[in-house]
């Protein structure tokens, strides 16, 4: 089983669409992200939890809201669907502290119509 | 806003060759990360180097490191097929140890022929 795990893989959905997007990991690390990525454009930070009780934004959060729902999950809500969302959308994982690398789910290809 | 930029975006070359990427960055780091993602997966990482690091090996990757101009490269030596990925250089500019996540640059897609 992956250690880092995002689900759905694939989600089709319409513009105005509430959608969910949930990260588990197994590794038992303290701080997960929320990541997007777009063709040309790398990887944008979205949001990022130190621990359950601690929600960070990153560089893009604009229209993305999360919960960490225990140390274990972290979740992606997009409230209201728009097209320019649509991307590939990871999730990771990292232990506490530099030089730490983070561990990456396969990712969810969400496409907004 | 991008902080690394690699370079080339796109890399062909024979298997058996050695392969480059350089990657470029704006402000001072941590430390720099190097990560692979094959088509359709997520990232791994494959090798951290730190700031105070000039040089640092891994197998058949070695990465260099010149704060002075904010740059860094990733060498693979005799490349094999499964090393057919796209390649990222990250940086960690953070002050709370890495908690602000990683800066990502837009990759070098590297295709070994064989």
């Known amino acids: 089983d992956a250690d880092v795990t995002q689900t759905p893989r694939n989600r089709i959905t319409k513009t105005g669409k509430r959608i969910m997007l949930e990260c588990s990991q197994t590794k038992g690390h303290d701080r997960m992200y929320w990541y997007r990525q777009d063709p040309g454009l790398g990887l944008r930070l979205i949001y990022y939890s130190f621990d359950v009780k601690d929600i960070n934004k990153g560089e893009i959060s604009d229209g993305y809201s999360v919960s960490r729902q225990a140390q274990a999950k972290f979740s992606l809500s997009l409230e209201s669907a728009i097209p320019n969302q649509t991307a590939l959308y990871f999730c990771a994982t990292s232990d506490p502290g530099r030089r730490q690398p983070q561990h990456f789910g396969d990712g969810t290809r969400l496409s907004i119509l | 806003s991008q902080q690394g930029e690699e370079d080339p975006q796109a890399l062909s070359i024979q298997e058996g060759e050695n392969a480059t990427m350089n990657c470029s960055y704006k402000?001072?780091?941590?430390?720099l990360q190097w990560y692979r993602q094959n088509s359709g997966r997520g990232l791994v990482h494959l090798i951290l180097?730190?700031?105070?690091?000039r040089e640092k090996h891994s197998g058949r990757l070695r990465v260099t490191l010149d704060t002075s101009k904010k740059s860094s490269s990733l060498l693979i030596t005799a490349s094999r097929a499964a090393d057919t990925a796209s390649y990222f250089c990250?940086?960690?500019?953070?002050?709370?140890?890495?908690?602000?996540?990683?800066?990502f640059g837009k990759g070098t897609h590297l295709i070994i022929q064989p």
């Open positions: 990250a940086t960690d500019s953070g002050s709370g140890g890495g908690a602000d996540g990683l800066t």
């Open positions: 402000t001072s780091i941590n430390n």
């Open positions: 180097i730190r700031s105070n690091e």
